[in-house]
């Protein structure tokens, strides 16, 4: 099996964790899994699975580096991340007696495994969309990847190191634990500044490159106020803006490299955490941990979206079954496409409702109502319009429609 169809197994695990997990948060469960102080035995099981999982995702973040950049490595990193792979399941088996498991932290290898490769396919697939260049096409690009593998990594030492050291203090619970291993890695801040001072070395590096191509995943929407320096709102990027946003790395500042490098780190910080709750059935609030703040930035991950199966049944839909299927299927193909939930329901909506306008063309739609007002939202337009034309099976009118809803034209 490639790296490839290793990464979308882990993806699929890791969504599936990832919902639990908020659900758990939501209904105020978080945490309440196991009581009592591990003994020896069980905490040496507990650590050397964590030094596995960590090796897992040092090994996938390699092979998708030389898999995409340097295909004459691929073989070897490819081999690596098996190894790894297979020293999960031989760790279990040495270091955890069935018989005297631990009562919290502990999942199995084979959940190990596909929470690592999982998180960290999440965070290369959300910041690097359409899969990396050669070196030869974009050095920087490459190096960037590299940097940021570098700054996962130290991630998961210090999370090991100090979950090592939070079960040797005594902790006797998954929330204790949890607080512990999250205060370790924020101590002082130093791990978020020196990842961000690494990345933005790197960066410096790029000369004049586009940061939009060399890391699509911070471009695409509007800045958050932290990252921004500006007077953003918090609330600017939304959970409620895309699916796709979901991802780490998506719903970030399109700025230049200081903004790029904190986007990265707080990419790198939700699939940390991603990971470490699938590796050890944890529950911190990934959502909060990565930035800060509750915005959905690192929230649910919904791989099939399924809007109100009644949609393509309204208003012109209802008596005419030839527009309502075009709108099921501009509506499954807009979602397919990961174009944002919000605006391929809009879209469709609106050919239910006859298409925009007559006036309303893709010349200025993004110029109209709401996005005459507000430029990030009339680039956000721009953007959305520019990927939806680009998918052959989409028309003109279905496009302007659903662009039309994101500046909030009066047809809807």
């Given at each position: ?16 964790i ?28 507990i ?9 897992v995702?040092?090994?996938?973040s390699?092979?998708?580096?030389k ?14 991340l ?26 199995g ?173 944890l529950?911190i ?32 839909c ?60 009339a ?19 279905e ?14």
């Amino acid at each position: 099996m490639g790296t490839r169809e290793i990464v979308k197994s882990g993806i699929a695990t890791a969504v599936a964790i990832l919902a639990a997990v908020t659900l758990l948060i939501e209904v105020g469960a978080a945490g309440d899994i196991g009581e009592g102080e591990q003994d020896l035995e069980q905490q040496s099981c507990i650590n050397h699975m964590n030094k596995a999982g960590e090796a897992v995702s040092k090994a996938t973040s390699k092979a998708l580096i030389k898999c995409e950049s340097d295909a004459s490595s691929c073989d070897k990193a490819e081999a690596n991340l098996a190894k790894a792979l297979a020293r999960t399941e031989r760790t279990e088996k040495k270091k955890c007696d069935p018989k005297n498991l631990p009562d919290f932290a502990f999942t199995g290898a084979e959940q190990v495994n596909e929470s690592a490769v999982g998180a960290t396919g999440l965070l290369f697939e959300g910041l690097f969309a359409n899969g990396l260049l050669t070196e030869d096409e974009n050095v920087c690009q490459v190096h960037v990847a590299k940097t940021t593998a570098r700054g996962l990594d130290m991630l998961y030492r210090v999370g090991n190191r100090s979950k090592r050291a939070s079960l040797a203090k005594g902790a006797d619970s998954a929330l204790e634990l949890q607080r512990e291993i999250v205060a370790g890695i924020d101590e002082g801040g130093k791990l978020r500044s020196g990842a961000e001072h690494a990345l933005g070395r790197t960066i410096g590096k790029c000369n004049k490159a586009d940061l939009g191509d060399v890391v699509p995943g911070c471009s695409i929407l509007k800045p958050t106020a932290r990252n921004s320096g500006g007077d953003s709102k918090p609330d600017d990027c939304k959970p409620g803006d895309s699916k796709r946003n979901s991802k780490p790395g998506d719903c970030k500042p399109p700025a230049g490299g200081g903004a790029v490098a904190s986007c990265i780190v707080d990419a790198s910080r939700c699939s940390w955490c991603l990971a470490f709750n699938g590796m050890d059935d944890l529950t911190i609030d990934c959502d909060d941990f990565d930035d800060g703040k509750e915005n959905g930035s690192c929230g649910e991950v919904d791989p099939d979206p399924d809007p109100d199966p009644e949609l393509c049944e309204r208003e012109l839909c209802a008596a005419d079954e030839e527009l309502s299927g075009q709108c099921s299927v501009f509506l499954a193909g807009c979602l397919a496409e990961e174009l944002g939930e919000e605006e391929c329901v809009g879209g469709a909506l609106l050919i239910c409702e006859g298409g925009p306008p007559e006036d309303v063309d893709e010349s200025n739609v993004c110029s109209r109502e709401l996005c005459e007002l507000d430029a990030d939202l009339a680039e956000h337009c721009e953007e959305f319009l520019g990927l939806c034309l680009a998918v052959d099976d989409f028309n003109s009118e279905e496009c302007v429609g659903a662009a039309l809803f994101i500046c909030g034209g009066e047809a809807i």
